[in-house]
C-alpha cells in the first residue's frame, strides 16, 4: 500500500511546491506564462522522446493500445455529445474539457504507478503512444484553428507537423521502432533537459492553483464534474469490460488497463488551456479532482481485480 503511494507523493510535493512560490509572490507576475511556454515549447519535446524513445515496441503495440484508444474516445463522445450539443459549449473550452475527461496522466503519474503498483513502469508506454501521435496533433490542429482563426488546411497541416510536442513524439516513436540504440553521448543530455519537465510542469500547475477556489463560479461546474465522473468513473469502466468481454485479456492485463483509464487527467491538458489561453478553469480543477479521487479509485481496483 505504501508503495503504491510514492507516485502520489512525490507529484503532491511538486504541486505543493509551485502553491507556495505562487503565494510568496517569489517568482513574480510573469512566472506562471514564462513556465508553461518553457514546459510547452522545450521541456515536454525532450521528455516525450526520450520515454518514447526508450520503450519497448513491443509494449507500445501491444492489446494495451487498442482498449486504450477505445475507452478513451468512448468518453470524449460523451462529453461532447454534452458539451457542444447540449450546454453550446465554445469550440476551444470543448477541446480542453474533452481531453479533460479523457486524456490520462500517462507519464509523471503513470509510469511511476505502474512501477509501484502493476510491477512494471513499461505498461504506459502504448498510452503515451496513443495520446502524442493520434490525439495531440488533432488537438494542436483544433486549438490553432481556435486560437489563429479559419486557416487553410495547408497551414493547419503544418502548423501540426512543426509543433514541437509532435515532433518530439514521432522522433521518439521511430528511434523505437527501428532499434536504434542512442549512445550514452546523445541519450544522457537529451535526459537531463527532458528530466526537468514534470517538475517544472507540477510547479507551474501549483501556482496556478493559489487564490483559485475549486469549483468556483466559473460558469463551467458542470463541465468539471462531466468530465471528472467520466475520468474516474466511465473511462475505467470502458476499458473492463472491453478489455474483459471483447479482447479476452489475462486477469493481469484487465488490471493493467483499467488502472491506466483510471489515471488522473493529464496536466499537459493544463498546458495546452495556458498556452491557448481556453479552458484553463475546466482543467486545472478537473486535473486536480482526479488527482485526488483517483487514489481510493486505483487502490479499490487493485483489491477487486488484483
Not at 96 to 119: D, E, F, K, R, W
Not at 272 to 284: F, H, K, L, M, N
Request: charged share 10%; aromatic share 8%.
Amino acid at each position: 500500500m505504501l508503495a503504491s503511494l510514492t507516485g502520489f507523493v512525490v507529484v503532491g510535493l511538486a504541486i505543493l511546491v509551485g502553491y507556495v512560490l505562487g503565494r510568496i509572490d517569489l517568482l513574480g507576475e510573469h512566472a506562471r506564462p514564462v513556465l508553461a511556454r518553457l514546459t510547452f515549447f522545450v521541456l515536454s519535446p525532450f521528455l516525450l522522446f526520450v520515454v518514447l524513445a526508450e520503450a519497448d515496441v513491443r509494449t507500445l503495440f501491444s492489446a494495451l493500445l487498442p482498449v486504450s484508444f477505445i475507452a478513451a474516445v468512448a468518453v470524449f463522445v460523451v462529453y461532447v455529445l454534452f458539451a457542444r450539443f447540449v450546454w453550446r459549449r465554445p469550440l476551444g473550452d470543448v477541446v480542453i474539457g474533452t481531453l479533460s475527461a479523457g486524456q490520462v496522466n500517462s507519464n509523471n503519474i503513470g509510469i511511476p504507478l505502474s512501477l509501484y503498483l502493476l510491477g512494471s513502469a513499461a505498461y504506459p508506454a502504448p498510452v503515451i503512444l496513443m495520446q502524442l501521435l493520434v490525439f495531440t496533433p488533432i488537438t494542436m490542429a483544433v486549438l490553432d484553428a481556435v486560437a489563429f482563426g479559419r486557416s487553410s488546411f495547408g497551414r493547419t497541416v503544418r502548423r501540426t507537423l512543426t509543433n514541437p510536442i509532435v515532433i518530439g513524439s514521432a522522433l521518439g516513436t521511430v528511434v523505437s521502432i527501428s532499434g536504434i540504440e542512442l549512445a550514452p553521448i546523445v541519450i544522457e543530455p537529451l535526459r537531463l533537459v527532458a528530466d526537468a519537465c514534470v517538475p517544472v510542469l507540477l510547479i507551474s500547475y501549483g501556482m496556478s492553483l493559489y487564490g483559485q477556489r475549486v469549483l468556483g463560479p466559473s460558469g463551467r461546474r458542470r463541465d468539471i464534474m462531466l468530465a471528472t465522473a467520466l475520468k474516474l468513473i466511465g473511462m475505467p469502466l470502458v476499458a473492463w469490460a472491453v478489455a474483459e468481454f471483447v479482447f479476452g485479456m489475462s486477469p493481469h492485463e484487465v488490471l493493467v488497463v483499467t488502472v491506466l483509464a483510471a489515471l488522473p487527467t493529464a496536466q499537459n491538458v493544463f498546458n495546452y488551456s495556458q498556452r491557448y489561453d481556453v479552458g484553463e478553469t475546466i482543467a486545472r480543477d478537473t486535473v486536480f479532482l482526479t488527482t485526488i479521487g483517483c487514489v481510493p479509485v486505483i487502490l479499490a481496483l487493485t483489491l477487486l481485480l488484483g
